[in-house]
């Protein structure tokens, strides 16, 4: 059988890179035409709270950018997922723009700005786990 990689967290909140220079959550933006993988994150997830894995995420955020037909999915799923894929911890939405993600016990994920009370709440939650996302920079 094919081992399947997952970028899924259950329960679990990623909080905000110690390195990054945001203040607060700060929507990306795209740069001129160019959709960033940023941008593409940030639009699925905030207009979608709770409906999507991060492996939806980043399969849908792959399927755009490789221009992908309905009969190529399967097979472009089977061998997207055959390997490891980096998680929302190396985003930049947690890295460079503000953003913490929560993860409910369904692994459905949501944004949190870093400044909201809502993040707040996740950081003091003792029955989630927490991990912070990748810094930028080596110390």
């Known amino acids: 059988m094919d ?3 997952s970028t899924n ?3 679990t909140f990623i909080e905000v ?4 220079k945001a203040l607060s959550g700060t929507p990306p ?3 001129g035409a160019k959709r960033t993988i940023a941008f593409l994150q940030y639009e699925i997830i905030s207009r979608n709270p709770y409906k999507f894995t991060s492996d939806e995420v980043f399969f849908q955020i792959f399927i755009e950018r490789n221009d992908l037909t309905k009969s190529e999915i399967e097979e472009a ?3 997207f997922f ?6 929302f911890r190396a985003s930049p939405l947690t890295k460079s723009y503000g953003f913490g ?3 409910n016990e369904n692994g459905k994920i949501a944004l949190y700005g870093m400044e909201t ?3 707040q709440k996740y950081l003091s939650d003792n029955k989630i786990k927490k991990v912070i996302a990748m810094r930028s920079r080596k110390k």
């Open 17 to 20: 890179a110690e390195d990054t």
């Open 101 to 103: 993600i929560h993860s």
């Open 9 to 11: 967290y259950f329960d």
């Open 77 to 79: 799923k089977k061998k």
């Open 3 to 5: 081992k399947k990689h």
């Open 117 to 119: 009370e809502e993040y």
């Open 82 to 87: 055959s390997k490891g894929q980096a998680c």
């Open 29 to 31: 933006l795209p740069k």
